[in-house]
């Protein structure tokens, strides 16, 4: 097989893990990206390495009965979103198998795993909008990256962010060409605007918008907040983020408050929460919900438990504990989320939560060494997973119960190896919390096996 050689009548016989096809060219595998699992047909080979192939679909004799159009236009430049080309029950298949197949491979765990649970409307759900800002044919450009490029993919309309944030973009692209603001060229560190960042309270409807910039000042920007503000009755405040770095890093430290408080406020499980600059919120509030209630219903908690939420972030998961514990060790290492758990343990009135600024690790090794007992431990890790001094303590601490949500089912899978001779998974629920996306959010109850001796 060789780049540019062209490949007739080959079946799609599996996914890999974002949900390109496979097929087998004499038992070699080859990813085609767009292509359904069971459709027929003509690929070109763009790229030969030493265990697989790429392929472009060009013609398909046989399709899948869960192809669908996808809603938009731009869906195969900009990549942003992995699999409109599946129907809703597609998607659904998909994320379930990845789930179960991924657990068994790398965690050699064999569980049941329940049907992905879906959302009921899966468009314009997310909350968080952070778009680069670039140059065309002399005029500002909002839009995406295209998939391995630092090309930018324009747009108006974005089928996964919510509406009422697409229309604030537009209508900041529009303000910053009539008044000649230049966006920041990475090539030459020269211009000033490098993202447009809002995030939205899917409750509260509040929006905040956030310019990030190279350099403090921001060309009429008096006359942009007035407009703006007058627009959008929903634009509660207005912030500045200088970020003057040279590299990939999109948000800097340095916050300017515009216009508002500096943060807007949502409403989750029956608290009330406050978004800031550099606070994490998970992005589908919808789905959320539906993660959070399924996961606390797992632990089957008791007013006398103590329960540690690790790598708590602004404190979502710790808070809509508190109602059904005695007591919460909330723990995350970065120091603003901290900050806003605090600030949204008060405000909501709970005082059974204690948060605390450290590595998730660093906080198990010093709460082993107190001798305390916890009952459960709920982890909600970054992409990368645990780290192993943090599974050790894990460990040790022996609580009857873990409760692991991820947005990575691989580095979950790998965690309940290394957990596997003290803890057994007994429930698996994955949750579609990015709909038209390959990624996947993951709930799994571990119970401690009891030595028998």
Known sequence: MQKNDYINNVECIDYTHDCQGIVKVDGFPVFVKN???GEIGDIKIIKVLKSYAVGRLLTLHQTSDY????????FKQCGGCHVQHLSNEGQQLFKTNRVKSTLKRIGHIDIEVQSCMMMDEPWFY???????????????????????????IPYDTCFVQNDESNQLVKRVKELLNQFHEKPY????????????????????????????????KIKKIDKIISILTKEFDHLETIVQNINSRHDNVILGDEVQILYGKGYIEDHLLGNTYRISTHSFYQVNPIQVEKLYTTAISLAHLKKTDT?????????????????????????????????????NAIRNNIDNVTFVCQDAGDFMVDFTKQNKTIDVVFVDPPRKGCSTKFLEQLIELSSSKIIYISCNVATQARDIAYLSENYKAHYCQPVDMFPQCHHI?????????LLKY
């Open 307 to 343: 329960v540690i939420d690790a790598y708590c972030g602004i404190g979502t998961i710790s808070l809509s504990l508190a109602r059904y514990v005695h007591h919460v060790y909330g723990v995350e290492v970065v120091s603003q989320a901290i900050s806003d758990a605090k600030e």
């Open 35 to 37: 292509m359904i699992v």
């Open 441 to 449: 959010e993951n709930v799994l109850l571990l119970e401690r096996i």
């Open 67 to 74: 192809r669908v159009s996808p809603r938009c236009p731009l």
């Open 126 to 152: 997310r909350n968080k909008v952070q778009v680069p800002v670039g140059m065309i044919d002399h005029k500002i450009v909002t839009g995406f990256y295209k998939q391995h490029t630092n090309d930018i």
């Open 185 to 216: 060229d990475k090539l030459t560190h020269s211009g000033n605007i490098r993202h447009i960042l809002i995030k939205y309270g899917y409750q509260t409807q509040s929006l905040m918008l956030i310019f990030i910039t190279y350099i403090h």
